[in-house]
């Protein structure tokens, strides 16, 4: 009988994560595919996958699923100039924190190979094959979104998969919904950290930062390439939510400006006892998942 | 001879904690005034101070040094409706985190108090005598503006009795500068976090917001009353950066909109670079205290 093979392309953070959490599921051999010597040998020193190639092309008529762990464009290049080489019947997944640009990428695969979308909710503020472990993705979120042709069997594979893995849960999405969701709870928080660095205020204030500011600024110390290609291809939803931030701290601004104090009060009062909701709802855990209305698979 | 005598007003969460790491001071008693039964009863079990009353006034002209912990309207009321009773000679503190709007309520003193705007750089999320301990300024900024009339020797004694309750430091600057520095690294922050949280797409995220959200909307919860005034009182200088923000917040949509890619890359690559800056001048610690032109004292 024929041996069966997950093939994860890219064996940076989130891949060689993968690979490593991958080992012993089911009947499956962990492949990985790496570009560079360096990641070659890091990733055979860590035993990130049971064979490791530096040609991923050559595997694809052999792989009965792919995980496409490139950056967006990466993945986009490899899904085109690859097309007609993925195994009919495959199953070819990626772990790109955008969805509708991925999924029209995807469109150009043929009918016989089955394409899900995946975001897998975990990460670092390191990358890297160093910093992989098995362990990454415990307790966390995998948002799937299913290609025109997926079926119901690789669905549950992809479920299989996301257990042996120890994600929290497989929750299933739309493109529209996934990079609303992301554009607002991720990338937005992303481009305010750039903006307030952006400040020539920013020199002035080493060492008198309170722990807003340390919170706030966090992750602006990006991965430029990366980010850059996020943005640009979640475009339409990031900003829509920057021009409604824009508007709303503009309103903020005029009442100050005013020195409107009731309607100051006003506003705080709403919007901190939102986030009080938010920190209950979040305390009630995991029924409140259901608010957000993808489905669990 | 003649007992000297500390006198906190306001045993809150700052008030309540200076009240406590102030005891043993020199030769100093440390005397506490509350409002309500239940922070006397609360103030008296935990020991916040050696003796606590009811009725601040009457201790002014015995009082030393006078240490205002009120919320900016009260330390400002406080001022105005007292300020025949001082002992002449007296110091007079308060620790509220905006300095311009309190010493101008501060010059209504006679020229023999000597007033001395203070601003503790410590906190929790929660308020209030319960939460007050003696070690929560250890390692913190005390921020310093001095009075038209401070003397060396009550500038000398502010910094003894920052040394008693274990600051990190002393640094003295002035009330336009220290509400910059506040404007944007501490209130703009807050302006931030609760533009997000109003957003309509605050509920639909539950479960789902990555570490990034949950840090940048972590201080949204705020206290209405307190932030309002703040807001306020600062408003001059928050009403600049948040507009500041905005123009940014605006190129970088600006950019997207256009499909500028090269430019995105750019504004992401400076920011990045200043924010690792940041994170690399903080990583040399002491030393970078001297890029905020504030000098020690």
């Known amino acids: 009988m024929r041996e069966k093979q997950i093939l994860v392309v890219g064996l940076g953070l989130i891949g060689g994560s993968l690979a490593m959490a991958l080992q012993g599921f089911e009947d499956y051999t962990v492949v990985g595919a790496v570009r560079s010597q360096s990641t070659y040998e890091k990733a055979a020193a860590k035993g990130a996958a049971q064979r490791i190639t530096f040609d991923p092309a050559a595997e694809l008529p052999e792989s009965d699923v792919v995980i496409l762990c490139q950056d967006p464009q990466g993945i986009c290049d490899f899904l085109r100039d690859n097309r007609a080489r993925f195994r009919p019947g495959s199953l070819v997944l990626d772990v790109c924190g955008v969805k509708g640009a991925i999924m029209e990428c995807a469109s150009c695969l ?41 079926t119901q ?46 400040s020539p205020l920013l020199e002035g204030c080493v060492g008198f930062e309170g722990g807003s500011f340390r919170d ?12 850059t290609q996020l943005f640009t291809l979640n475009a339409p939803a990031l900003t829509q939510v920057v021009e409604e931030l824009e508007e709303r ?29 938010l920190n209950l709802e979040r305390a009630r855990g995991d029924d409140v998942r259901s608010q957000f209305s993808g489905e669990m698979i």
């Open 110 to 150: 043929p009918p016989e190979v089955d394409f899900i979308g995946c975001h897998p909710m975990a990460g670092k503020e390191v990358s890297g094959i160093e910093h992989a472990e098995a362990t990454l993705f415990r307790n966390t979120h995998c948002l799937v979104v299913p290609g025109p042709h997926s």
């Open 216 to 227: 706030c600024t966090r992750v602006a110390a990006l991965d430029v390439g990366l980010w």
């Open 153 to 198: 069997a690789h669905l549950a594979l992809v479920e299989r998969m996301a257990a042996h893995c120890r994600f929290g849960d497989v929750v299933r999405t739309t493109s529209q919904e996934h990079d609303a969701l992301i554009a607002y709870t991720s990338q937005l928080m992303h481009v305010i950290a750039l903006a307030v660095c952006d």
């Open 249 to 277: 701290l503009r309103a903020y601004r005029l009442a100050m400006q005013r020195g409107d104090r009731a309607a100051l009060e006003g506003m705080l009062a709403s919007a901190a006892g939102r986030k009080r909701m």
